[in-house]
């Protein structure tokens, strides 16, 4: 059974940072490529941000570029968000997601994932 457990999220104010990591169990995570994901209240499930099975490739969101950053620990089945300069408008549930695919292609939709975590909130005041 594949599970993607995400954790980490949190209360933190405006400029501050949070790291969440994502424990995947159940799948061949050294090549899945993963990503992370956030959805706000009333709003659609958006990209964050995409790491390849090898690490070697990471892709951001233009929301996020410079303040986030994506990090793999194959030996552990983890893959983390740093998450600096935190912002009210970051502030949603975070989802880690997995997708099979053993190339290096950059994958930034929601439907192209094939196995998702609960999710993890995330609340910066300001």
């Known amino acids: 059974q594949v599970q993607l457990v995400e954790s980490g999220g949190g209360l933190v104010q405006a400029g501050g940072s949070l790291r969440l990591s994502c424990a995947a169990s159940?799948?061949?995570?050294?090549?899945?490529?993963m990503g992370w994901f956030r959805q706000a209240p009333g709003k659609e499930r958006e990209f964050v941000g995409f790491i390849s099975w090898s690490g070697t490739i990471t892709n951001y969101a233009d929301s996020v570029k410079g303040r986030f950053t994506i990090s793999r620990d194959n030996a552990k089945n983890t893959v983390y968000l740093q998450m600096n300069s935190l912002e009210p408008e970051d502030t949603a549930v975070y989802f880690c997601?997995?997708?099979?695919?053993?190339?290096?292609?950059?994958?930034?939709?929601?439907?192209?994932?094939?196995?998702w975590g609960q999710g993890t909130q995330v609340t910066v005041s300001s």
């Open positions: 159940g799948l061949p995570f050294s090549s899945c490529a």
């Open positions: 997601a997995a997708d099979h695919q053993f190339s290096q292609r950059v994958v930034t939709s929601r439907y192209d994932y094939d196995y």
